[in-house]
């Protein structure tokens, strides 16, 4: 045994619903963040050498280990998070989607492609393609830790990089299984590891030399990092906090969008980046939706459809979000409870639009309601916050203009959270939210950096780039570039 080890700090992860210890994992220091990443750097020219098909077959690989065994990793996410077994199987669900999609298309997406060379140089050929990173280093919440990780995770494989992955502290064992199992559908070399720790393992990873940070977590969180990473001009993708709203339209399904508001705000305790905090109804059809709301929220019980509050320092925000509005002229028509681990399902209404349940991330099931007058009420005040994850729409006839015209990455129509399973298409945020783009052909490139190639097939006589130029040459390209671009706004 090494010194190091002998003198290891170690931390232990919770059950939150009972404080039971379900592990103990090394506090690892920054020296043993470096030679991970070390060694990360020394397997990626094996991985990289493999290409998109000896990668994608390992990927493969391991996703049907994941499969055979989910039981098995939903019972670690059941343990650490507390919530019921169907919202862990819904997270490892979607990430197997995931790991298949990014598997099958990142030769399509990333692979070498002809580009037009244009009339200036049409004796080239132009080419791009996508070559990885190499080292990414990703950090993860404890939310969702296996949908939300992996969707990093995943896709930075799949173009070919290796990944040293620090879990959230409160879910360390559901990271070691997920590199556990890595192992063993691919042994060869150490292409995805495992860093535990708090925030300092993390702050390491950034500072370690990777050649990425793939960050999801808590917006203050994500400052930090980049301050950090910019000390070495390491790229950063930023997933951070939400206060997502849900507009309903006065010719909307009621049923459905009361259906998809209970879910979207409760569920998972509402620790849900992509959570609908906020709703906006139009006063047509606030009563209606209100009591379908309050109707399905009689059904839902803290402890039973949802478990506890995993972070015990997250149960203060709820309870000051739910004072202030409280304080400020607002009513819980329900729920209002903070108990010691648990939170009862809680709907506000008349809650001031500066009020702290309204702008600030709650991550606790809560939701506000307003009525609006119209939707371009609706669309203002959804719109009218730092953050800019996602949001939902319900609307007949009008859910595709009102999607385009919401500051947020993703919109989902008619249905709560459908982007996220679509593996497709691009997720990530703006403003508070973060930058940068996981899933989809955007999360292959996101770990990818294009290379371009310009190959001269056969010389021409006008030759531009050397000192034997002549004056004739440059008279005729100056007539040719006229004739090309010169006429642009001439009737
Ligand atoms: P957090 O910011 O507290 O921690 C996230 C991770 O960062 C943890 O692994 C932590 O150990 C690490 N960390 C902390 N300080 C660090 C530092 N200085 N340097 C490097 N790493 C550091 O967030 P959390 O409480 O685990 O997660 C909840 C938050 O995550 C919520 O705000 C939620 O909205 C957000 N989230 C966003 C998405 C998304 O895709 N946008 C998905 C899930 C969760």
């Known amino acids: 045994m090494t010194a190091v080890e002998v003198s290891q700090e170690t931390f232990d992860s919770l059950d939150p619903a009972t404080d039971e210890v379900v592990g103990t994992y090394p506090v690892q220091t920054r020296e043993q963040v470096e030679e991970a990443v070390e060694r990360a750097r020394e397997a990626s020219r094996w991985w990289m050498s493999l290409g998109f098909d000896g990668r994608a077959e390992r990927l493969r690989r391991w996703n049907a280990t994941i499969t055979r065994r989910m039981r098995e990793l939903c019972e670690v996410v059941q343990r650490e998070t507390g919530k019921p077994y169907g919202d862990a199987q819904l997270e490892v669900v979607l990430a197997i989607e995931h790991v298949a999609w990014a598997a099958k298309n990142a030769r399509k997406v990333l692979g070498r492609k002809r580009r037009s060379a244009g009339l200036l140089l049409s004796n080239h050929t132009a080419t791009v393609e996508y070559l990885p990173l190499g080292v990414v280093g990703v950090i993860g919440p404890w939310n969702y830790p296996v949908f939300t990780p992996m969707g990093s995770i995943t896709y930075a494989l799949a173009a070919g990089n290796t990944v040293v992955f620090k879990p959230s502290e409160y879910t360390p064992g559901v990271g070691k299984w997920l590199v556990d199992t890595f192992a063993e559908a691919v042994p060869e070399h150490p292409v995805f ?4 720790g708090f925030g300092k393992t993390g702050a390491a990873l950034v500072g370690a030399g990777v ?5 999801t977590g808590s917006t203050a969180t994500g400052k930090k990092i980049m301050a950090a990473a910019a000390e070495t001009l ?3 993708v930023i997933e951070a906090g939400g206060k997502d709203a849900l507009l309903v339209d006065s010719d909307a399904d009621l049923d459905a969008a009361a259906d998809a508001a209970v879910w979207g705000a409760f569920s998972n305790s509402g620790q849900t980046c992509i959570g609908v905090e906020r709703v906006y109804v139009h006063e047509r059809v606030y009563d209606s939706f ?3 709301v309050l109707a399905l929220t009689g059904k839902v019980k803290a402890g039973e459809q949802y478990g506890p509050m995993t972070m015990p320092a997250q149960l203060d925000v709820v309870r000051k979000h739910i004072a ?7 009513r819980a028509l329900t729920g209002g409870n903070v108990g010691e ?3 009862e399902p809680t709907v506000l209404v008349d809650v001031p639009e500066d009020a702290e349940a309204v702008c600030e991330e709650t991550f606790g099931p809560t939701m506000t309601v307003a009525k609006v007058r119209d939707m371009d009420e609706a669309v203002e005040k959804a719109n009218a916050t ?6 939902t729409v319900f609307s007949k006839h009008n859910g595709q203009r009102l999607a385009d015209r919401l500051r947020a990455g993703m919109t989902s129509i008619n249905a709560p959270f459908s982007f996220a399973g679509i593996a497709s298409l691009p997720f990530g945020g703006v403003g508070d939210s973060g930058f940068g783009r996981i899933h989809g052909p955007e999360g292959l490139r996101e770990f990818a950096r294009p290379k371009a190639v310009a190959k001269q097939r056969f010389a021409v006589p006008l030759k531009l780039t050397s000192f034997t130029r002549t004056d004739k040459t440059e008279q005729l390209v100056g007539k040719l570039v006229t004739t090309l671009h010169g006429r642009g706004g001439k009737e």
Do not use: H, N
């Open 386 to 391: 730092k953050y800019g994850l996602a949001s």
């Open 211 to 215: 050649d990425k940070i793939a960050f």
């Open 193 to 196: 590891q495992l860093i535990t």
């Open 290 to 292: 209100l009591e379908k």
């Open 234 to 236: 390491t790229p950063v």
């Open 341 to 343: 681990r648990f939170v």
């Open 324 to 330: 202030d509005a409280i304080a400020r002229g607002g």
